[in-house]
């Protein structure tokens, strides 16, 4: 075995999320759509009931791993040793039809949905950037479908599985390759022939399968639940190789797509590869990809008391691959990168001494949504800088409360959410300040008005409404990626209103008679009288208007952001 091959700085591991958008079913809608497909009543009726029992024990939806290893088990249950402990039991399913069969339709139509026609890989196109930077790209997949292999012939881009025809995994190191495509558990093109042989053919064929013009029979190579420790040579070989590249140097990122972690050994790679590579970080995009860390990756035992090699080393993106995909190269990844190579630098400072700027490491990481990360770091860190910069904060704990919330963090999310609405508050609230000018007659709208030792400091509403722009934006975008909660659909709403709340004072400075046009439900008459008589009683008058329209102001405030009730 060759294994000087250096590993792509990022790796790609696929499972069945990666696949959902080209038509092939998660591993909970193939159950579905396997009962569908079947047409004879008896095994309908025997895959109902199967698919019943487990539901009742599993108090949840079950995937098609567990149906096709509970089939085979049922089918060979004489072989299994814990039943040979039981006596006087009835075997429920007694009554139904043979398990064999169904298996092998199971198989069948596993593969049918494998086989992706070209047309439905469009989404895959922004792996065509990762192509041309990390040339060779390293892909580890666990389907056995075909999409990358059609992305491939789609864009004419060349790679290598470990086959030319047979098995050889000498193609591995071909020169001019753009992919190499670790498919850890096999293919609907592999073929195992009753000689022994590994071949892989890309004849279109439903059935699992085929004769080979030598005579030989020939089955598909691809390894279902109760298989994945049998001998075959391409999975101990790729299983060995994907072990030795996740646990170079070379490797920083692995990006894994839509995968349960169901299988320990792979688990167990992972968690040898972060303890030999300090460098290596995780990406993991899922809808339910904080819950499935939280259970399989952050601990090494059951028990959740020992954190493991890769706690802290993850970034949970909790969204469809599709909706992601153009996103993870030039904003996640580039800014998962800035954030650890900036935290590499500042604690480089404090090592040898000097005083760490942090403010940088942080915003890379919010924008990298890895909100470990940024917990760890403002526990960590004593930067009053940080509590001085009232954008940052308040892009903080918004962006804070919406990843939290995405990621099911319930309780974190509201804290960082209330500590948003204070902020807003303080900032456009307490602290904003009118000037009144008398000719022109003119006003001007300030925010975060504070007193210092040079004077004040205060910010316009230009730049409040920049800050307010930017955090709309962040949150709309969020709503096309998933389903936004109520709360963060409220903020949602607060911040379109505060923009047009600003819109009016954007160029720093509004005419008198436009804004009591603007005001007229809460400008009372006095307001208008002092403006007609300032002229003559300037100073009096104009700080008795001053005083009068900050305060309608901050009552117009107060009742768009909810001041009162914080």
Known sequence: ???????????????????????VPDTYSFVEEFIKSIREPNKKETIEKIVETLERWKKSKIDIELLLETLTKLDTRDKEPLLQFFEGGKFILSEYSQKAPLIEDLKDFIKSKAIVPAERIGYLEPLRGFVEEYRPLDIISVNYDICIEQFCNTHRLSYRDGFDVEWNPKTFAAEHTDIRLYKLHGSVMWYQSDRGGYIKSPVKTEEGQIELLTGEKAENLVLYPMQKWDYAEPFLELMVRIKHFLESEECKFLIVVGYSFRDEYIIKILWDAARKNRELYLIFVDPNAYQIYSEELKYYDANQTTPSSLDGRVVCLPYKFEKVFPYLKNHYLKNLREGLSC????????????RADWIPCIKSFVNAEHCEKVESLLENIDNPELEKDWRLNLELSLKMAVNLSANGQKEKASQYLEKFYRLLCLVMVERIDVEVRRSPPIIKVFFNHVPNDSGTSYIGADACKDVIETLYEFCEWKARMMAIPRELSEALEKLRSLKAYLDPFEEKKMNFEDYIGMRKEQISSDIKHLNRDYQEEYSQNLHKLTKEIKKIERSVLTEIIGCEER
């Open 1 to 23: 075995m060759n294994y000087e091959i250096a590993s792509s700085e990022v790796v790609f591991f696929l499972g069945a999320g990666a696949s959902v958008a080209a038509g």
């Open 343 to 354: 935290e590499s630098q500042r604690q480089k400072t404090e090592i040898k001494g000097g």
